[in-house]
């Protein structure tokens, strides 16, 4: 029972530097999304998708770009990382729409720009 | 006033008491209303949802009080399994966002 992976769990990157992170369901989702989780404060939606080939602004997308070229794929792009993307950064899915069930998360990635 | 708080705790409980703490929210059209535990270092799983009635899954009783705008969540015989923080998620606007509280730390100890 994989469910939701996230790869890769840990990275220390450069401010500049670019860098992708990887997230794959195994559940057949249609929705899934992007979070970052800071001290302190409630996690925040990045960008999210509600099916293959669509995506969406979430409350703080600046700094960051996705794609889903597959239903099952997640990607999350910093193209030039800067230390305020210093976070934990949590992939999801839901079966239905995020406030009508269960999202289930992925272990989170740790991700320091110096 | 952030749109979803929670007292940040820790609560520390000795194991088997009841212990509880609320989540107040400042959108009264929210209609969505849902408990995560998150373990230290691990992601956020869910709890419970929270429904108008009210609604308990073995020892763990959520309840909802739209006229005061919180939404609460009761541990009974509380374990030392239950040490984790819990997040407060409410759905708010249009698009049904959902925010998160940034979570009550909970304690038990032996």
């Known amino acids: 029972n994989a469910g939701v992976t996230q790869t890769p769990k840990f990275r220390v990157l450069k401010t500049g530097q670019s860098m992708t992170l990887l997230c794959a369901q195994d559940m057949n989702h249609e929705y899934m999304y992007w979070y970052r989780q800071d001290p302190g404060m409630g996690l925040r939606l990045i960008h999210y998708?509600?099916?293959?080939?669509?995506?969406a602004k979430g409350e703080v997308p600046d700094g960051y770009n996705v794609s889903r070229l597959k239903k099952q794929n997640f990607l999350l792009g910093l193209e030039s990382a800067a230390p305020s993307q210093t976070s934990v950064y949590f992939c999801a899915s839901s079966y239905s729409r995020w406030d009508t069930g269960e999202l289930f998360f992925g272990e989170g990635s740790r991700l320091t720009v110096l | 006033r952030k749109e979803v708080e929670q007292d940040p705790g820790p609560f520390n409980v000795p194991e088997g008491a009841t212990v509880a703490f609320n989540c107040t929210y400042s959108?009264?059209?929210?209609?969505?209303f849902f408990w995560y535990r998150q373990d230290c270092r691990k992601e956020p799983k869910l709890l419970m949802s929270?429904?108008?009635?009210?609604n308990e899954d073995g020892r763990f009783t959520a309840q909802l009080n739209r006229a005061s705008q919180y939404i609460s969540l009761l541990i009974r015989d509380s374990k030392l399994s239950d040490s984790a923080t819990y997040l407060c998620v409410v759905s708010v606007g249009s698009n049904y966002q959902l925010i998160w509280g940034a979570g009550t730390k909970l304690i038990i100890k032996p």
């Open positions: 959108n009264s059209a929210s209609q969505s």
């Open positions: 998708s509600v099916g293959e080939g669509t995506t």
């Open positions: 929270v429904y108008s009635s009210g």
